[in-house]
């Protein structure tokens, strides 16, 4: 009975929350949906609201099969969870979806483990969904493939929160806003068009999280659409860029990364928000302290074993993200390894080491645990969209954003590094940030200037999937044999 448990459990784990945006106006898609739709006997209300709604079913459940048969859709079965008449869902999803589920389910089309608790492992899960073996057999006969399924055309990309995290439907539009919602279009109409992969995977799906957030990350050519979010319902807090899958891979894997089929190389700043904070205090913190802003000398009561630098430097980042010192050393504790010694650090303890690090960081100390790092990434975003602006428009070549790191083909690093310092002091006022290659990698690029100080080598093999997915991929778009921006001479 155990195992059996802790097989569904293993089974249920590899999952990904259902994507109410997923969409195709296709006309072999369409035929597709009115085939099935006429098994759906007992479904009352407007056809044309029915049909959509099972369209966005049918679609991410076959997104999901052609990535990986056996891998599952998360559905909630509370209807709070769909808003349908919001700027931000776009295709009206609302609970009528709950209704068009149980009519699939009646009719033995799709299949579904309704929401439990797993005593064993002291997880609760939600209901999960996936396609029945009548539906796979149909979506091997399909006459479209996946990817002309991809996100509605009218999704919103500028999105504002209030305080308590709740979308806010009825912003004001100015031309600021729209200024943003276009760059943002054009970005992500680039990144539609650009193939990005992780190369080696033979199956494109990652897991990520633990316990009760553990679930699986699908790596595939339609989950790319980026946008930009500000909170505590104004403009100048938060407004970084989410969405791509890269944002929620692990750090591992992206160094992993192809765009177009050519290596990815990532590049970022140096401990930026500590040397923003220095900046608004009018000190150029590598130019004029040039220390590492997280080595410490030893602590007294904290172990030796520790890695004094790695908590240092989690607990900096933690510090300057929260509004109280509790509310920081409970981060830490939250964000350090399972089972680590540094998980199980009190709060003195903690105190100790934050006590230090005010001590190094004299000039920037009142900003720790004052709920400055929504503001902080507010000035990181900047920095970021004029990145992203520079790449779309100039060079019209894919760059992927992690906050305050960034991934570009290979080729393009010291282009990439350049624009990093001078986006820098546009925003800031001071120059020389410290930027760092994030990926190790070999060769040499013919234009690249001063190769001989930087070590090169790149050490992943793509698989045969990733192969046959970019072949595929290139085909449809009708992409050439190399983009206009793939740099001459480049051999990788």
Request: contains cysteine; charged residues 30%.
């Amino acid at each position: 009975m155990t195992e059996d448990l802790n097989n569904k459990y293993i089974e249920l784990i590899n999952a990904r929350p259902l994507d109410v945006h997923t969409w195709s106006d296709y006309p072999e898609v369409n035929a597709f949906v009115n085939d099935i739709f006429q098994y759906l006997k007992s479904i009352k209300g407007n056809e044309r609201i029915n049909k959509k709604l099972l369209k966005v079913l049918l679609l991410d459940l076959y997104v999901a099969w052609s990535c990986d048969p056996d891998l599952k859709i998360m559905f909630s079965r509370d209807n709070n969870a769909y808003k349908a008449k919001s700027r931000y869902n776009e295709i009206h999803v609302g609970k009528k979806i709950i209704q068009i589920v149980d009519e699939l389910v009646k009719e033995q089309i799709i299949l579904e483990q309704k929401g439990f608790n797993d005593r064993i492992n002291g997880i609760g899960f939600q209901a999960r969904l996936w396609a029945s073996d009548n539906l796979k057999i149909l979506f091997e006969k399909a006459k479209f493939n996946k990817f002309q399924v991809h996100n509605h055309d009218s999704r919103e990309p500028i999105v504002l929160k209030y305080k308590n995290k709740k979308l806010k439907d009825n912003y004001k539009e100015t031309q600021e806003v729209r200024r943003m919602r276009q760059i943002l279009t054009d970005y992500n109409l680039l990144l539609s068009n650009t193939h990005i992969d992780i190369v080696d995977l033979d199956k494109p799906v990652v897991q990520i999280g633990e316990g009760k957030k553990a679930m699986s990350l699908q790596i595939d050519q339609r989950d790319k659409y980026v946008r930009r979010i500000f909170n505590n319902n104004r403009w100048d807090r938060g407004g970084r860029f989410y969405g791509g899958w890269w944002h929620r891979c692990p750090k591992n894997y992206r160094e992993r990364i192809s765009l177009d089929d050519i290596p990815g190389f990532e590049v970022d700043f140096s401990g930026l928000h500590i040397v923003i904070l220095y900046a608004q205090a009018g000190i150029n913190y590598w130019a004029e302290v040039n220390e590492d802003p997280y080595f410490l000398h030893g602590i007294d009561n904290i172990d030796e074993s520790i890695d004094l630098r790695t908590s240092a430097k989690l607990l900096m980042l933690t510090a300057i993200n929260a509004d109280t010192e509790e509310e920081a050393f409970g981060a830490f504790r939250k964000q350090a390894d399972k089972g680590s010694l540094e998980k199980r650090l009190t709060n003195e303890q903690l105190g100790s080491l934050l006590t230090k690090l005010k001590e190094k960081h004299r000039p920037i100390a009142h900003k720790f645990a004052s709920g400055e790092g929504i503001k902080l990434m507010y000035v990181d975003s900047q920095i970021t969209e004029k990145l992203i602006e520079k790449f779309t428009y100039d060079y019209q070549c894919p760059i992927l954003t992690v906050h305050d790191s960034y991934i570009v083909p290979w080729g393009y690093d010291k282009i990439l590094e350049k624009n990093m310092q001078i986006a820098f002091e546009e925003v800031t006022g001071f120059s020389s940030p410290a930027v760092k290659h994030t990926t190790e990698y070999s060769d040499k690029v013919d234009n690249e200037p001063d190769q001989s100080s930087v070590t090169r080598r790149y050490k992943f093999s793509p698989s045969k999937r990733h192969r046959r997915d970019w072949e595929d991929f290139r085909s449809f778009k009708s992409k050439p044999e190399r983009e206009k921006w793939v740099l001459e001479g480049l051999v990788y």
